[in-house]
């Protein structure tokens, strides 16, 4: 799967933008074949969603695109830094809603929802994760997740990912493409391209062709994974930080110094053991390398796009394109 489309984040600090983001996510349902009444849930989920965060959000965004691992489905991410859920048990049961909405509440959302995930601490904020599809059916558990943000007032990120699931295991690529605008934009994206041609093939492999690949381009830092059930094989070139992390700590994999390419050592591959129930994260060095799984209680064991938006929240940099990947163990 690559990422075709940027993450274009919505401010809610207008109350106007409700309607806007509303409009996105019935087009993205109605393309995608949602019936009538599907369509109906997706437009009353997301307003109720997006007034809550224009009602009680600090530095509240919201992100409305296709869904990454399920074709034809639509994902909400909602992320703020707000006064947080105290009592979430109580937020989920019927009857108790934000004053001046809808009132259907978060149970009710989350029950239009196919799937849904919350992650919230009091005094940190909230993250809310939404996917739809249009026949409303259940679908098996998510395990890869990737999200995008450009530097300031960027209309494009020089990052980019992708990923393949042949069964067995997940390969991801993250290429942080050098400097920021559409020549890091563009050296991203050929990675992407060179990594699809043979997206199940070792990372060492695979790191070989991007480094071969990427002369014609400004060429960035790249790392490969391999997910499985019980191991993750890892290489790196450049500063694309890969952890393994669980709820007792992480575990760092290494990269090599240099810039695909252009210049660095020849690949080498890493393999590490997966604990049960860890988390592969992969991410650009727009996220401090200096989070610490210990100040995010709960969290891994979340899905994989509420433990991305979460770091990318607290542990990402304004002043940087950045983008986090996340992958949990395989079946």
């Not at 994760?129 to 300031?152: A, C, E």
């Not at 480094?211 to 960035?220: A, D, M, N």
Request: aromatic share 6%; charged share 20%; hydrophobic share 40%.
């Amino acid at each position: 799967m690559t990422h075709r489309y940027e993450d274009v984040w919505v401010s809610t600090a207008d109350p106007s933008v409700i309607g806007g983001v509303r409009r996105t996510a019935v087009a993205l349902a109605t393309a995608s074949g949602f019936d009538q009444n599907h369509t109906g849930q997706v437009a009353v989920a997301v307003t109720e969603a997006v007034s809550n965060l224009v009602k009680h959000a600090v530095d509240g965004v919201v992100l409305v695109r296709p869904h990454l691992e399920r074709p034809g489905a639509v994902e909400l991410v909602a992320v703020d830094k707000g006064p947080g859920i105290a009592d979430l048990g109580r937020a989920l049961r019927d009857g108790y809603s934000t004053s001046g909405t809808l009132g259907i509440g978060l149970g009710a959302i989350a029950r239009m929802a196919t799937g849904w995930d919350v992650y919230s601490v009091p005094g940190r904020g909230t993250v809310l994760v939404l996917h739809f599809t249009p026949d409303g059916l259940p679908d098996p558990p998510l395990r890869v997740s990737g999200l995008r943000r450009p530097i300031g007032e960027e209309s494009v990120c020089g990052d980019a990912f992708a990923f393949a699931d042949d069964g067995d295991a997940i390969s991801v690529l993250v290429c942080d493409g050098l400097g920021h605008g559409g020549l890091a934009a563009h050296a991203s994206r050929e990675a992407v391209r060179i990594f699809m041609e043979d997206p199940h093939a070792l990372p060492v492999a695979a790191l070989e062709r991007l480094h071969r690949g990427l002369g014609h381009t400004r060429g960035g830092a790249v790392a490969v994974v391999r997910v499985g059930r019980e191991s993750v094989m890892f290489a790196g070139l450049g500063n694309i930080s890969g952890w393994i992390a669980h709820a007792e700590g992480r575990q760092g994999m290494i990269s090599l110094p240099g810039i695909a390419g252009h210049k660095g050592r020849r690949p080498r591959q890493y393999e590490y053991a997966l604990p049960p129930h860890a988390t592969v994260v992969l991410h650009s060095d727009g996220l401090t390398d200096r989070w610490d799984p210990a100040s995010f209680p709960g969290l891994f064991a979340h899905s994989p796009a509420v433990v991305g938006a979460t770091l990318l929240r607290d542990a990402g940099s304004r002043r940087d394109d950045a983008c986090v990947v996340t992958v949990k163990q395989g079946r």
